[in-house]
């Protein structure tokens, strides 16, 4: 029988249901007749590429929505982080810091590359193979978290790139799609060198340290080229975690994570067995929580000049001030300024040894045992911070011969013998109980020269000093207190005082211009004023040491500091005179109210007017403008502001050359036989000059002085004034802290005496005008209650207004009631 051929239906036939569900039914058949597991192969697969078609349609649409709203990235090809207003001394070390993010911007090339390796091996170790995803670690990551609504892990460095510079740290799949957009638009944009480099400059790391340049100096006070394997690796910890791991508030975390990398580093072949054994034992140095929190790594103390320069900086830029990386170079001199530093402290806490112990800052209550213990002291202390040198402490026993203190970390200061004295009423066993030294008192201690510790007390009185050049104005170091953060107010800018003795030469300046000279003789006698001429009441002005000598010249008045010299040189050139002339000097006449008292530095100025003022004796006579801030430049070294110091010139003169030298003659008298005498015998130089100064009571202690180099000035005194005591001095109390400056700034200085110039003569031991020196000045004063001679015509002096002392009532003999009626012309 022949066979029967086959053929196709047409297209237009109708479908045969019977032949297409035998069709189905024989392959339903022929699957069921497969092995179990081929099944379960086939049903699988199916599964997936259903999953997977699924998966790609939800990225497309999740691209078509969401690529066209990422960022733009283009601008990280120039990266500009935001860096803070850094300021620098004349000779580049850093001496403040300003801004929201602390951020030292650092390229890769110089990054080192033991440090790169310790973060490769924590955070990324495929970071050069990958195109910016870890797909293995995406899928780890995923299986982690199914049947969870966040995301976990799996970050690579690229992805913690767009992450920081352009999303929130929230952790969920959104974010997560975003990033992973963010990552492929920055892998195709950027290169791995530029990816890594804005890593390691953009992280937070703690203690308002972004990037690991930043991160080095606060946790190791050093520059990032300088760190070891060990250090890397604890830095390397931090991104994951900054407070968690970090090595000032969680030491033994940090430790275990810092562990850990290492081991990282060495499974990855970043270092050998032999490095990764050494850096397991190296005992790391961690700055002090204090240093650390507050991002000091400065050597030198120059808080309240830095705070000048932001102020000033501020004043141009606006908020750009602390994002813009201006590098600020100013006139301060490091060396200069850390001894002033010193020097004013060493001075205040001098004085501070002679005043009573105030008792301790506060009693706390400890527990027994150790852990609790610990914990209650690091409290105390972070509440009670160290302030420089002077540390807090714990006592945690007490005794008349020896006092017990802890302090943070465990360590134990045993304190005796003269580290007692100081305290000494407060170990009395009947000591007032707000004084009394015991368990729990919150206590300041300082290191003696002899490797001991010694019980003091923050200082209430304050202080300060300011150096300059007399010749340009460039300050060369400036500390406006005692302590920056005890006290922000800034005394040498801000404090206005009385200068007391300190602002006679002014006085005696102006008497020049009236025919007086050094060889002039005043009679130091007693006065009497009446109230017209004070401006308030009655006054019997007397000597700081309530004795009067009688006639002696102009220069042994200067030097011995005597107040009714200087009161009767005011009356009788007129106080108003003398008014007009010192504004020459810089001073403001409203602070300076036109009365006898004037004599005596009753009206108000402050340090910076004294140093500016004393400058134009310095220079010969020229008045100069002090200035702080010599170049500005942007981060990469775009130089925006550059100051190049100036002498002056006739423009700028305030006062004749004639009148600056005779003066500084007298003030150089000062320093050999009078007040400031310590100065000389201690510098061991004849070009020194200067003037003490102390208000009545005692309630400002100034010198003022200079070489023909520098002019320094040091005041100290209650910011609420009160009396500093009745034995404290201007020679007590600032000479000293002048002294220990200049021997320094005149360390290697030639000796320079000042040059005479045209127009003086010398008369015996006394310089003058020429004109004078025939008997043409004034020859005496008060002898008879008039001037002995007047000068020739064209330099009239007025006659002399001073009211005797009555007969019946002899000065120093006047009844109580009207003697407590003399003008304390100190007083507010």
Same mark, same amino acid.
């Given at each position: 029988?022949?066979?029967?051929?086959?053929?196709?239906?047409?297209?237009?036939?109708?479908?045969?249901?019977?032949?297409?569900?035998?069709?189905?039914?024989?392959?339903?058949?022929?699957?069921?007749?497969?092995?179990?597991?081929?099944?379960?192969?086939?049903?699988?697969? @199916?599964?997936?590429?259903?999953?997977?078609?699924?998966?790609?349609?939800?990225?497309?649409?999740?691209?078509?929505?969401?690529?066209?709203?990422?960022?733009? +990235?283009?601008?990280?090809?120039?990266?500009?982080?935001?860096?803070?207003?850094?300021?620098?001394?004349?000779?580049?070390?850093?001496i403040g810091e300003f801004g929201e993010e602390r951020r030292n911007?650092?390229?890769?090339?110089?990054?080192? #590359?033991?440090?790169?390796?310790? +973060?490769?091996?924590?955070?990324?170790?495929?970071?050069?193979?990958?195109?910016?995803?870890?797909?293995?670690?995406?899928?780890?990551?995923?299986?982690?978290?199914?049947?969870?609504?966040?995301?976990?892990?799996?970050?690579?460095?690229?992805?913690?790139?767009?992450?920081?510079?352009?999303?929130?740290?929230?952790?969920?799949?959104?974010?997560?799609?975003?990033?992973?957009?963010?990552?492929?638009?920055?892998?195709?944009?950027?290169?791995?060198?530029?990816?890594?480099?804005?890593?390691?400059?953009?992280?937070?790391?703690?203690?308002?340290?972004?990037?690991?340049?930043? $991160?080095?100096?606060?946790?190791?006070?050093?520059?990032?080229?300088?760190?070891?394997?060990?250090? $890397?690796?604890?830095?390397?910890?931090?991104?994951?975690?900054?407070?968690?791991?970090?090595?000032?508030?969680?030491?033994?975390?940090?430790?275990?994570?810092? !562990?850990?990398?290492?081991?990282?580093?060495?499974?990855?072949?970043?270092?050998?067995?032999?490095?990764?054994?050494?850096?397991?034992? =190296?005992?790391?140095?961690?700055?002090?929580?204090?240093?650390?929190?507050?991002?000091?790594?400065?050597?030198?103390?120059?808080?309240?000049?830095?705070?000048?320069?932001?102020?000033?900086?501020?004043?141009?830029?606006?908020?750009?001030?602390?994002?813009?990386?201006?590098?600020?170079?100013?006139?301060?001199?490091?060396?200069?300024?850390?001894?002033?530093?010193?020097? !004013?402290?060493?001075?205040?806490?001098?004085?501070?040894?002679? =005043?009573?112990?105030?008792?301790?800052?506060?009693?706390?209550?400890?527990?027994?045992?150790?852990?609790?213990?610990?914990?209650?002291?690091?409290?105390?202390?972070?509440?009670?911070?160290?302030?420089?040198?002077?540390?807090?402490?714990?006592?945690?026993?007490?005794?008349?011969?020896?006092?017990?203190?802890? #302090?943070?970390?465990?360590?134990?200061?045993?304190?005796?013998?003269?580290?007692?004295?100081?305290?000494?009423?407060?170990?009395?066993?009947?000591?007032?109980?707000?004084?009394?030294?015991?368990r729990g008192a919150v206590i300041r201690v300082i290191k003696t020269?002899?490797?001991?510790?010694?019980?003091? =007390?923050?200082?209430?009185?304050?202080?300060?000093?300011?150096?300059?050049?007399?010749?340009?104005?460039?300050? #060369?170091?400036?500390?406006?207190?005692?302590?920056?953060?005890?006290?922000?107010?800034?005394?040498?800018?801000?404090?206005?005082?009385?200068?007391?003795?300190?602002?006679?030469?002014?006085?005696?300046?102006?008497?020049?211009?009236?025919?007086?000279?050094?060889?002039?003789?005043? &009679?130091?006698?007693?006065?009497?004023?009446?109230?017209?001429?004070?401006?308030?009441?009655?006054?019997?002005?007397?000597?700081?040491?309530?004795?009067?000598?009688?006639?002696?010249?102009?220069?042994?008045?200067?030097?011995?500091?005597?107040?009714?010299?200087?009161?009767?040189?005011?009356?009788?050139?007129?106080? #108003?005179?003398?008014?007009?002339?010192?504004?020459?000097?810089?001073?403001?006449?409203?602070?300076?109210?036109?009365?006898?008292?004037?004599?005596?530095?009753?009206?108000?100025?402050?340090?910076?007017?004294?140093?500016?003022?004393?400058?134009?004796?310095?220079?010969?006579?020229?008045?100069?403008?002090?200035?702080?801030?010599?170049?500005?430049?942007?981060?990469?070294?775009?130089?925006?502001?550059?100051?190049?110091?100036?002498?002056?010139?006739?423009?700028?003169?305030?006062?004749?050359?004639? &009148?600056?030298?005779?003066?500084?003659?007298?003030?150089?008298?000062?320093?050999?036989?009078?007040?400031?005498?310590?100065?000389? @015998?201690?510098?061991?130089?004849?070009?020194?000059?200067?003037?003490?100064?102390?208000?009545?009571?005692?309630?400002?202690?100034?010198?003022?002085?200079?070489?023909?180099?520098?002019?320094?000035?040091?005041?100290?005194?209650?910011?609420?004034?009160?009396?500093?005591?009745?034995?404290?001095?201007?020679?007590?109390?600032?000479?000293?802290?002048?002294?220990?400056?200049?021997?320094?700034?005149?360390?290697?200085?030639?000796?320079?005496?000042?040059?005479?110039?045209?127009?003086?003569?010398?008369?015996? +031991?006394?310089?003058?005008?020429?004109?004078?020196? =025939?008997?043409?000045?004034?020859?005496?004063?008060?002898?008879?209650?008039?001037?002995?001679?007047?000068?020739?015509?064209?330099?009239?002096?007025?006659?002399?207004?001073?009211?005797?002392?009555?007969?019946?009532?002899?000065?120093?003999?006047?009844?109580?009631?009207?003697?407590?009626?003399?003008?304390?012309?100190?007083?507010?």
């Amino acid at each position: 029988m022949a066979a029967r051929p086959y053929t196709l239906p047409m297209p237009d036939s109708p479908p045969q249901p019977e032949r297409r569900g035998s069709f189905l039914r024989r392959m339903g058949a022929r699957f069921a007749e497969l092995h179990p597991v081929i099944r379960w192969a086939v049903f699988g697969g @199916a599964v997936g590429l259903a999953g997977l078609a699924a998966i790609l349609m939800a990225v497309a649409i999740a691209l078509a929505v969401a690529y066209p709203n990422l960022p733009d +990235v283009s601008d990280l090809s120039e990266y500009r982080p935001k860096l803070p207003l850094r300021v620098y001394s004349a000779e580049g070390d850093l001496i403040g810091e300003f801004g929201e993010e602390r951020r030292n911007f650092t390229s890769i090339a110089e990054i080192p #590359r033991v440090l790169t390796d310790a +973060v490769l091996a924590i955070e990324d170790a495929r970071f050069f193979q990958h195109g910016g995803v870890d797909y293995v670690g995406v899928v780890r990551a995923g299986l982690a978290n199914v049947g969870k609504a966040k995301s976990q892990g799996a970050s690579t460095i690229t992805m913690q790139v767009a992450r920081n510079v352009y999303l929130s740290s929230e952790k969920t799949f959104t974010r997560k799609i975003y990033e992973i957009l963010l990552t492929f638009k920055l892998e195709h944009l950027l290169t791995k060198d530029q990816i890594l480099e804005i890593y390691m400059n953009q992280i937070y790391l703690g203690n308002r340290a972004y990037g690991f340049a930043a $991160a080095a100096e606060t946790y190791f006070g050093k520059a990032l080229k300088d760190i070891t394997v060990a250090e $890397a690796a604890m830095l390397a910890g931090l991104p994951k975690a900054p407070s968690a791991f970090n090595p000032i508030s969680n030491p033994k975390r940090a430790r275990s994570r810092q !562990l850990y990398i290492i081991e990282r580093m060495l499974d990855n072949g970043f270092i050998t067995a032999e490095e990764a054994d050494s850096a397991k034992k =190296q005992e790391l140095r961690i700055k002090s929580g204090q240093h650390a929190g507050s991002g000091s790594t400065l050597r030198t103390h120059a808080e309240f000049v830095a705070e000048m320069a932001r102020q000033l900086i501020f004043a141009q830029y606006g908020e750009e001030t602390y994002t813009r990386g201006l590098n600020v170079t100013t006139t301060i001199r490091a060396s200069d300024q850390e001894v002033a530093y010193q020097a !004013l402290r060493q001075g205040i806490l001098e004085y501070e040894r002679r =005043q009573p112990y105030r008792g301790p800052e506060k009693f706390i209550t400890l527990p027994e045992k150790a852990p609790e213990l610990d914990d209650a002291i690091d409290d105390a202390i972070d509440e009670h911070p160290d302030n420089g040198d002077l540390l807090s402490a714990i006592v945690l026993e007490a005794g008349p011969r020896k006092v017990i203190a802890a #302090r943070r970390s465990g360590e134990i200061l045993e304190i005796e013998g003269d580290g007692l004295r100081f305290a000494q009423a407060g170990l009395q066993p009947r000591a007032a109980p707000k004084l009394k030294l015991r368990r729990g008192a919150v206590i300041r201690v300082i290191k003696t020269s002899r490797n001991g510790w010694e019980i003091l =007390q923050l200082p209430e009185v304050e202080g300060a000093f300011v150096s300059l050049d007399p010749q340009t104005g460039a300050i #060369r170091a400036l500390v406006g207190g005692f302590d920056f953060e005890k006290n922000k107010f800034n005394h040498v800018t801000q404090a206005w005082r009385q200068p007391g003795s300190s602002f006679k030469p002014f006085i005696y300046s102006a008497a020049l211009e009236k025919g007086f000279t050094p060889a002039t003789v005043v &009679n130091d006698a007693p006065l009497f004023f009446e109230p017209e001429l004070t401006g308030g009441q009655p006054w019997e002005p007397k000597n700081y040491d309530g004795t009067f000598e009688g006639p002696m010249s102009l220069r042994r008045g200067m030097a011995k500091s005597k107040n009714m010299i200087s009161i009767r040189l005011l009356d009788a050139i007129g106080a #108003r005179y003398a008014q007009e002339w010192i504004t020459q000097f810089g001073f403001e006449a409203a602070k300076h109210p036109p009365y006898l008292t004037m004599a005596l530095g009753a009206g108000s100025v402050t340090p910076m007017q004294m140093a500016t003022a004393y400058s134009a004796f310095a220079n010969g006579g020229y008045r100069i403008d002090p200035w702080l801030i010599s170049k500005i430049t942007e981060q990469k070294g775009k130089v925006l502001v550059q100051v190049k110091p100036v002498a002056p010139d006739e423009s700028a003169r305030a006062i004749d050359p004639r &009148n600056a030298f005779v003066i500084s003659t007298l003030l150089q008298e000062v320093m050999r036989t009078g007040t400031g005498s310590r100065a000389m @015998a201690a510098l061991k130089r004849p070009d020194i000059y200067g003037k003490t100064g102390t208000t009545n009571d005692s309630m400002d202690a100034w010198f003022a002085g200079y070489h023909p180099s520098v002019t320094a000035v040091t005041w100290i005194g209650y910011d609420t004034p009160r009396k500093l005591g009745d034995r404290e001095t201007g020679g007590g109390l600032s000479l000293p802290v002048w002294i220990a400056y200049m021997e320094h700034a005149l360390r290697d200085v030639p000796i320079l005496e000042l040059d005479s110039p045209p127009g003086v003569v010398q008369a015996g +031991v006394d310089w003058m005008y020429a004109e004078h020196a =025939q008997g043409g000045g004034v020859l005496s004063l008060g002898l008879d209650d008039q001037p002995a001679a007047m000068p020739p015509p064209g330099a009239i002096t007025p006659p002399v207004t001073v009211t005797p002392a009555p007969a019946t009532a002899p000065a120093g003999n006047q009844p109580a009631e009207e003697r407590s009626r003399i003008l304390d012309l100190f007083r507010n």
